[in-house]
């Protein structure tokens, strides 16, 4: 019996118009589309500059925020209403104003009159432009100072009394904070999460849309039978992904999985068990298909943004902690980035496989009996 | 005197409130074709989903093809076939994918389910057609197909949900020829359908209004009974009295 119903699966999925594209299509995108696309390193910010001072030192200052890659010089304007201007168009994030006794007081060292203005619609690209903005300007001073002292050491003298701390910086297992490097495995993730949380459930909805589903319940296939000949093929599809990821990583980004490679696909099984449970579930409770994407595009979107891929789990409020507990994707990511950037092993990430099981149990018992052959 | 192969005894069906099949009680026998009319809403699908083991009575007993119709669902799906109103094979699936299927599902071996295949693809003159994906059959094929697959794993009883829906009289009548060699095969046919002239070939029809049985016997009999030409006119005089809406 199980030999005929998984035939016919596969017949099917080989035969469907678009799904065979899809697999292939996925993960080169993936690969190579969405790396880029959610990258958060912050560049091109645009910069305007009011200088009031018009000086030697001035432009210096300005020549120090442009050289560090992070600005684009937008204009130098004459006075701060034409700079907010800009800022109103959205064509300047941020604006750095320089008062006109700026050479004058940085030589007497009577002050530093400098503004930054930093538009903070989207927080994040605010609050690191004006953290780049004032290491441009510290490294200015710097530069500034140690020049100063080789011609004069006179007014050194202050700045060589004070106490020096030197905090050098080493980054453990992505050494060039490579943002791409981070997504990798995280965007895994997420391919597989939707294929195999999608397609089944698709799968029995279309089934049900056409009246096959009931012709299976008047014969006596049983329910385990039938729901596990709908999964294997997505655990098939999902290797190939996960296989073809990796792959192209290599290939493209020169990118290796630090750790070894079974634990990825141990996780990965964990994750597909999950996922083809809820799959399956969402699809008895969904009487067409439209209803069934809905569903689960709802929970695509909580499991995405409630997983710490892009935004650190330990910086949520502790409510929202406690519900990505509920989360599998909070499991699998946090699996697979640990075995793909820190070569960890299930020894040290146990917890991450103990959740992705506990709610693998849940889901796919549940899914089991209420996929009710003999319904009311 | 023929045994019962259906054995139904005040079979009650609730929804909530609603009682969709209320107290109904019938045999039928090994061999005979047994129409089961009603409008729509009078419950003959709820009905013929319990005797199919697809849903459990709220009260009442009885037994099909010799299983319980509470306890021994899965016995009963084993031994009966069924073919609904939808058209209920893989459109995407080839012919003969679908006569592979079903066969391999209901336990026949690889060399079983050859011969079988070669044998309905016979019958049906379809051995042209046998890789022709089955949702691209014209609507009269793909019930012949479906009948035939029902019929895969020889079962002693079929059940057939308005099995003629939507295809022209010549073709029903050509459907109709299938059914009476399952009969002459000591098939037991179960047959809903809402086209009146296909009523008159049963050997006896039971006539559902407001989940009850308002009458059943020969077509014969009931059109001496209500003094009518004929079965629409029959099932007209006994509709009408139904006080449930559609």
Redesign the interface.
Known sequence: ?W???L??EF??FF??PGLPRMALMFPVLMMLVFPFAVSMEIRNINLAVVDGSRSLESSRLIEECISSGYFRLVEVCDSPEEAMRLMDDNDADAIITIGPDFAADVATGAGFPVGIKVNTVNGTRGSIGAQYLQACIRMYLQERNAGAAGMDSGTGMAASAAPVIDVSEKYYFNAYLDYKLFMIPALIVIGITMITAFLPALNIVSEKE???I????????SKTAFIICKMIPYWAISFFVLTACLLIAWAVFGYTCRGNLLWLYLYTTLDIIVMAGLGLLISNYSSNAQQAMFVIWFFAVIFMLMSGIFTPIASMPDWAQAITYFNPMRYYADAMRAVYLKGSSPLEIWYDAAGLAAIGIAMVSWAIASYR???? | MEENVIHIRNLTKKFGDFTAVDHISFDVRRGEIFGFLGANGAGKTTAMRILCGLSRPTEGEGTVAGYDICSEQEKIKRNIGYMSQKFSLYPDLTVRENIRLFGGIYGLKDRQIREKTDAVLDVLGMQSERDQFAGALPLGWKQKLAFSIAMVHDPGIIFLDEPTGGVDPETRRRFWEMIYDAAERRVTVFVTTHYMDEAEYCDRVSVMVDGRIAALDSPDRLKSEFHAGNMDEVFGIIAGRAGREE
Do not use: A, F
């Open positions: 019996m030999k005929y119903l035939e016919k017949k099917q035969r469907d056409t009246g096959t009931e012709q299976i319940n008047v014969t006596p296939v052959k003999s319904s009311d």
